[in-house]
């Protein structure tokens, strides 16, 4: 996919690999969007707004952002389109257009997926939160499966559920590193009290 052109969706949201993203769609640009994305089983892309917002007039998005797989959909309500998406490859916009509709479309390059690298020892604390966050919650807040040993997935989710800022957010989602991802997500979490220890009991 790499040098093809995809739509954007800019969004005040930051959309990782393997994340879950419920969106409510109305406008009609988008719902043509979404229309042509399933008719041609291709993804669209999801980026943080860098200026401007998400209704109206089309909004400059950051320059990386995240392939947005649809995985299902729904129209109880007519005008109003209710679509389940699944992150995919992260990509960087080449060059972006705006056409009469309003709809931003990009020119991309796909970065390569972070390998799995095993979590180290010392990020046992990021997993644990994981895990406590699964286990409260009463539907699926993560997709299947879970990797809690896969050191780009704990970054990746831990990313997502934290109250981070949108922008920082955004420069998460840009490093490569998993481990530099863990050890500001872990500082994060220390800061805030967040941290469960190692030894804790449940």
């Known amino acids: ?3 093809s052109r995809i739509p954007i969706f800019p969004l005040n949201t930051v959309l990782f690999p393997g994340g879950l993203l419920p ?25 943080l707004i860098r200026e401007g917002r998400e209704v109206g007039a089309p909004a400059t998005p950051e320059p990386v952002g995240c392939l947005a797989h649809i995985t299902d959909w729904d129209m109880q ?15 960087r916009i080449l060059a972006s257009h705006n056409s009469t509709q309003g709809l931003v479309s990009a020119d991309i390059e796909l970065i390569p997926p972070e390998q799995a690298i095993p979590l180290p020892g010392n990020f046992v604390s990021c997993t644990r939160l994981l895990e406590l966050v699964v286990a409260e919650q009463d539907r699926p807040i993560f997709a299947e499966p879970h990797e809690f040993g896969n050191a780009a997935w704990v970054g990746y989710r831990l990313a997502e559920i934290l109250p981070v800022p949108l922008a920082a957010k955004q420069k998460l989602l840009e490093l490569t590193d998993s ?5 500001i997500l872990q500082r994060f979490m220390e800061q805030r009290g967040l941290n469960t220890p190692s030894g804790a009991s449940d």
Request: glycine share 10%; charged share 25%; hydrophobic share 40%.
């Open 1 to 3: 996919m790499s040098g």
């Open 77 to 91: 309500q007519l005008g109003l389109l209710q679509l389940k998406t699944l992150g995919g490859q992260r990509f």
């Open 179 to 183: 481990l530099a991802r863990l050890e």
């Open 23 to 47: 969106l409510r769609v109305f406008e009609a640009r988008y719902m043509d969007m979404a229309r042509d994305c399933l008719r041609d089983e291709q993804p669209f892309g999801v980026c």
